[in-house]
T-cell receptor, first 112, second 114 residues
C-alpha cells in the first residue's frame, strides 16, 4: 500500500530534550516536506526536500533541522524543543513537488 | 504574498443537500490547487487536484473548479452524507524550480446532520 508513515504519532517531552520525528514514504517520491498545523494559523511549511541531499527552508524553519540521506526518509529534528513548538506535525511527499501531495497521519507533539 | 481564504469557516447542512465550499487566493501564479479532507485527530486525505491549466476535476460526488484569473476555487459536494462531516482544506501550489510548497487555507468545518 502506498503511504507516508510517521513515528511517533504522539510525543510529550520537556524543554531542551532533543527529539527526532521520522517520516518514510514507499512511493519513490523525489519531493518530501514537513508542515506544522496550529489553530487559527493552518498548515505552514517547515522544510522541504527536492531530492536526496537537497533540502531548503520553508516558512517557519526556526528551531528545526532536517536531513535527506535516502530518498524514502526525511526526519525532522528538534535539537532543543521549546513550548512554542507544541503542534501537530505532518510529513508529505510528492512525485516532484508539482504533483499531488500525500500526507502522513500526523505527529502530535507537546513540549512542556 | 499568497494568501488563501476559505469561506465559510463552518457549515451545517441536513443530509442529502448539495453544497459548495469556497476557496479564494490572492495571487494567480499557482501551478495547482488541491482539496483535502481532514477528520478529527487524523491526517489529510487528498480529494482532488486541479492543475493550473485545468478548469475542473470530478471524483464521485465531488466536483472542484478552478478560476485562476479571479483567484477562486469551489468544491461542490452532491447529495451530502453524514460521513462527509470533516474539515475541508484547500491549498495552492506555488513556487517553481527550487521552491515548491503548498499554501493552505484555514479550512471549512462541515457537519452533515442525519
Amino acid at each position: 500500500e502506498a503511504q507516508v508513515t510517521q513515528n511517533p504519532r504522539y510525543l510529550i517531552t520537556v524543554t531542551g530534550k532533543k527529539l527526532t520525528v521520522t517520516c518514510s514514504q514507499n512511493m519513490n517520491h523525489e519531493y518530501m516536506s514537513w508542515y506544522r498545523q496550529d489553530p487559527g494559523l493552518g498548515l505552514r511549511q517547515i522544510y522541504y526536500s527536492m531530492n536526496v541531499e537537497v533540502t531548503d527552508k520553508g516558512d517557519v524553519p526556526e528551531g528545526y533541522k532536517v536531513s535527506r540521506k535516502e530518498k524514502r526518509n526525511f526526519p525532522l529534528i528538534l535539537e532543543s524543543p521549546s513550548p512554542n513548538q507544541t503542534s501537530l506535525y505532518f510529513c508529505a511527499s510528492s512525485l516532484d513537488g508539482f504533483y499531488e501531495q500525500y500526507f502522513g497521519p500526523g505527529t502530535r507533539l507537546t513540549v512542556t | 504574498k499568497q494568501e488563501v481564504t476559505q469561506i465559510p469557516a463552518a457549515l451545517s447542512v441536513p443530509e442529502g443537500e448539495n453544497l459548495v465550499l469556497n476557496c479564494s487566493f490572492t495571487d494567480s501564479a499557482i501551478y495547482n490547487l488541491q482539496w483535502f479532507r481532514q477528520d478529527p485527530g487524523k491526517g489529510l486525505t487528498s480529494l482532488l487536484l486541479i492543475q493550473s491549466s485545468q478548469r475542473e476535476q470530478t471524483s464521485g460526488r465531488l466536483n472542484a473548479s478552478l478560476d485562476k484569473s479571479s483567484g477562486r476555487s469551489t468544491l461542490y459536494i452532491a447529495a451530502s452524507q453524514p460521513g462527509d462531516s470533516a474539515t475541508y482544506l484547500c491549498a495552492v501550489g506555488v513556487g517553481g524550480g527550487a521552491t515548491n510548497k503548498l499554501i493552505f487555507g484555514t479550512g471549512t468545518l462541515l457537519a452533515v446532520q442525519p
